[in-house]
C-alpha cells in the first residue's frame, strides 16, 4: 500500500486555553492539517484535560470542514463514544488497555459514523493491534508516554514505527501511521524517515513565535 501524504495534527493541549477557539485557528492558518484534541481523565492517565464539551465549542466555532482527531485517554473508553459523537469529532482514538474489549469498542466507534484510530504507548507491543486493524484506519504510536504535553520523545520507539510501517503496507485498505509526543523539527525527520505520515505536535507549534515556521519545519521544509 503507498505511502499517504504527510499531515501534521496540531495539538491543542499545548494551546492557550484562554484563547482556544482564536488558537485552533491560527494553527490552521499556519497550514496544520488537523486538530488534535487530548482527553485526559486522571485515572487512565495521571492529569485531566477536557472533555465532549469543549470539542462541541470547536465544532460551532471553526464550522464542518475543520478535521477534530480526537483522542481519548480515557477508561473506560466506550461511554464516551456517543457524547464525542454528537459534539463533531471526526475520529475517536482510544487505548486498547483501557477497553475490556477493543474489537467492541472499535466496532461501536464505526457503528457511530466516526472514523476509528488506536493508540499503542511506548511500551505496549505491536501485536496489540492484531485481529483488529480491519476496524480502524489510524494506528497511533506514542513517543511518550501519555498524559503530558512538552515530554522528551522516546528513541527507542522509532523501531516501532518501522515495524509498524511494514505491517500498515500490508493491510488491506489504508492506514495512516501517526506519532505523537516531543515531536519537533528533528524528531519529526527521524519518524518521517522511519516511515510515520501524521506527526501530532502541540508545543513545538504553540511555543513558537511563528505557528506557520513550526508548521513548516515539521515537514521537512528549510525556512524554519
Ligand atoms: C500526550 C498527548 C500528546 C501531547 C503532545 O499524552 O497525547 O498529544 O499533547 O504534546 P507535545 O507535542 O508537546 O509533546
Ligand atoms: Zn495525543
Known amino acids: 500500500m503507498k505511502t499517504q501524504p504527510l499531515l501534521i495534527a496540531a495539538s491543542l493541549l499545548a494551546a ?6 482564536d488558537e ?8 496544520a492539517d488537523w486538530l488534535h484534541l487530548d482527553v485526559m481523565d486522571n485515572h487512565y492517565v495521571p492529569n485531566l484535560s477536557f472533555g465532549a464539551p469543549v470539542c462541541r465549542s470547536l465544532r460551532r466555532f471553526l464550522g464542518d470542514d ?31 488497555e483501557a477497553s475490556r474489549h477493543p ?3 472499535a466496532t461501536a466507534i464505526s ?3 466516526l472514523r476509528c484510530g488506536v493508540a499503542l504507548n511506548p511500551a505496549t507491543p505491536l501485536s496489540w493491534i492484531d485481529g483488529f486493524l480491519d476496524c480502524v484506519d489510524l494506528v497511533l504510536l506514542m513517543t511518550v508516554n ?13 523501531e516501532k514505527i518501522t515495524a509498524a510501517r511494514r505491517l500498515l503496507d500490508n493491510a488491506e485498505h489504508p492506514i495512516r501511521l501517526e506519532v505523537d509526543g516531543g515531536i519537533n523539527g528533528d524528531t519529526a525527520r527521524l519518524c518521517r524517515l ?5 506527526l501530532v505536535a502541540g ?5 513558537a513565535d511563528n505557528y506557520a515556521h513550526a508548521v513548516s519545519a515539521l515537514r521537512g521544509n528549510d525556512d524554519a
Do not use: C, W, Y
Not at 485552533?24 to 497550514?31: D, G, Y
Not at 466506550?78 to 475520529?91: C, K, M, T
Not at 522511519?194 to 501524521?198: E, K, L, R, S
Not at 508545543?203 to 511555543?207: C, G, L, N, Y
Open 103 to 105: 474489537h467492541r469498542t
Open 111 to 113: 457503528a457511530a459514523d
Open 24 to 31: 485552533a485557528k491560527s494553527a490552521l492558518a499556519a497550514n
Open 146 to 158: 501519555p498524559g503530558f504535553g512538552g515530554q522528551s520523545f522516546i528513541p527507542s520507539v522509532a
Open 16 to 21: 492557550d486555553f484562554a484563547r482556544l477557539g
Open 203 to 207: 508545543q513545538h507549534i504553540f511555543s
Open 66 to 96: 475543520v478535521f477534530l482527531d480526537v483522542h481519548l485517554m480515557t477508561e473506560p473508553v466506550d461511554s464516551l463514544i456517543s457524547p464525542f459523537a454528537d459534539a463533531g469529532a471526526n475520529r475517536l482514538i482510544f487505548h486498547p
Open 194 to 198: 522511519a516511515g510515520a505520515d501524521t
